[in-house]
């Protein structure tokens, strides 16, 4: 098992649904990021947080509301999403040491999400 | 143009062959480079982490990275059917911060 745990792993939800995504890294990192990974498309980086702060918003829609209480966990909110929104959602994470000193990102096991 | 580019196979080889894998990258800023390894329904999984130019030797695995050609590479030796993955190329430039991912490379190693 990785140092980063996502749940659910698989998920089904309406357009109307709210629903929420949930990652918590065992690592010790400080960083934790959501990537969308759809089919034949490269991963996209959605959010960013850097010591539980927002540094990062990849020009996400507001119906994907991130939300980091502590350095440790990582939730992504969902609501009134589109079937185009159907993909693999992934959490990472990383040490920041500062500017160009950051380690690598590891990544948990994705939460596969499809919106009918 | 993309930021990078990737060859998405798939690609198709013998067991024991030398397997290449690449990448190209257009912004001259990232300094660092990683090779990823996704299984099927997996999260993708750390394979090489590499800074600016050189080659990066772990085990079957090497890693070379050409800054002024702005050119990747991941060389499998001795490849086996386990190898059979999707290989994604991806770079920063702040270690794992804000990584830009290629599309991968399906890889399928034959018996």
């Known amino acids: 098992e990785t140092g980063v745990t996502q749940t659910p792993r698989h998920l089904v939800m309406g357009m109307t649904n709210k629903k929420s995504l949930k990652c918590e890294q065992h690592?010790?990192?400080?960083?934790m990021y959501w990537y969308k990974q759809s089919a034949k498309k490269p991963l996209e980086l959605m959010f960013v947080?850097?010591?539980?702060?927002?540094?990062e918003n990849n020009s996400v829609p507001s119906r994907f509301s991130p939300e980091c209480p502590n350095s440790s966990h990582l939730f992504l909110h969902l609501h009134t999403l589109q079937p185009e929104d159907s993909a693999l959602y992934l959490c990472?994470?990383?040490?920041?040491?500062?500017?160009?000193?950051?380690?690598?990102?590891?990544f948990g096991q994705g939460t596969r999400l499809t919106v009918v | 143009q993309k930021e990078v580019e990737q060859d998405p196979g798939p690609l198709s080889v013998p067991e024991g062959a030398i397997v290449s894998l690449n990448c190209t990258y257009s912004n001259s800023a990232f300094q660092y480079f990683m090779w990823y390894r996704q299984y099927s329904r997996k999260g993708p999984e750390l394979l090489m982490y590499?800074?600016?130019?050189g080659n990066k030797e772990d085990g079957r695995f090497t890693a070379q990275v050409d800054k002024s050609s702005k050119y990747i590479s991941l060389f499998i030796r001795d490849s086996q059917p386990s190898d059979s993955a999707t290989y994604l190329c991806a770079m920063s430039t702040g270690g794992g911060n804000k990584l830009t991912f290629g599309t991968g490379t399906q890889l399928k190693v034959e018996l």
């Open positions: 690592l010790g990192h400080n960083a």
């Open positions: 590499t800074y600016s130019s």
């Open positions: 947080y850097n010591f539980k702060e927002q540094t």
């Open positions: 990472a994470s990383s040490q920041d040491r500062g500017p160009g000193q950051e380690t690598e990102a590891f």
